[in-house]
């Protein structure tokens, strides 16, 4: 009898597992022992949990325009930022690539090889691309390359290719009102504050994937910063 016992709790124990449950069950619990741990089996899971793990949530300060023309001004930065962002977000990743796979490579002649092999793949894979680019959308993907990298545009270009490239590029780019040396500071400078704030939000809504900045700032003390700003504006 006590066998049959046995199986049969067993059989239960199995049949409870493998269906959805979120009940709530008392283990662990002592006798004379006023704390008791409560756990739960999660569809799919054997194994019972103390907590469930949710996704995280980021809760972002509500964003206070000093009037419908800088509301306008936002909404088309927010175009013009998303659009650009991918490209930076790339760079990124293959100048990380870059500098991981030069660590393995032994020889000078190699490394150099290597370098113009990555070179000519980002031109080809970046060039038809900027070329549609407008002026403006053309400047703020040059600071986001400085956000994703911590390096400037020129640097990056000084350090792949020559200092006389590098003047060349920054040349041809002042020319339409760009500048390769330009720099992404949102804790003085407004536009790149507000850069910053639409990521953020498409971060958050999952229109762009996440790729979080070198440059140290916090966002949020950020934003209660340039919140009061755009108040004292606006009572003024």
């Known amino acids: 009898m006590r066998t049959y016992i046995y199986i049969l709790i067993l059989m239960l124990g199995f049949n409870a597992v493998g269906q959805k449950s979120t009940r709530s069950f008392q283990k662990d ?86 370098t113009k092999i990555v070179q000519d793949y980002i031109e080809d894979e970046f060039s038809a691309e900027l070329k549609k680019l407008t002026r403006t959308e053309g400047q703020i993907l040059v600071k986001l390359i400085h956000r994703q990298t911590g390096i400037t545009t020129y640097d990056l270009v000084k350090e792949l290719k020559s200092g006389w490239r590098a003047f060349w590029y920054n040349t041809t780019a002042s020319m ?44 949020l003390e950020l ?7 755009s108040s004292g504006k606006k009572s003024s």
């Open 29 to 114: 619990s002592v006798e004379n022992d006023t704390i008791e741990k409560m756990y739960m089996i999660i569809e799919g899971d054997s194994v019972p949990r103390e907590a469930i793990d949710l996704e995280e949530v980021v809760l972002l300060r509500k964003l206070k325009f000093g009037s419908n023309l800088d509301r306008k001004r936002y909404l088309i930065l927010r175009r013009k930022t998303r659009k650009v962002y991918p490209y930076a977000k790339l760079a990124s990743e293959r100048l990380v690539e870059l500098n991981s796979r030069l660590d393995d490579i032994k020889t000078k002649r190699a490394r150099k090889k290597y």
């Open 176 to 219: 339409f009102d760009i500048s390769l040396k330009e720099e992404y500071h949102p804790e003085s400078n407004q536009e790149d504050f507000l850069i910053e704030d639409i990521l953020q939000r498409s971060f958050r809504d999952n229109i762009l994937e996440r790729q979080d900045s070198v440059l140290d700032f916090e966002y």
């Open 223 to 229: 934003s209660d910063k340039w919140n009061k700003t």
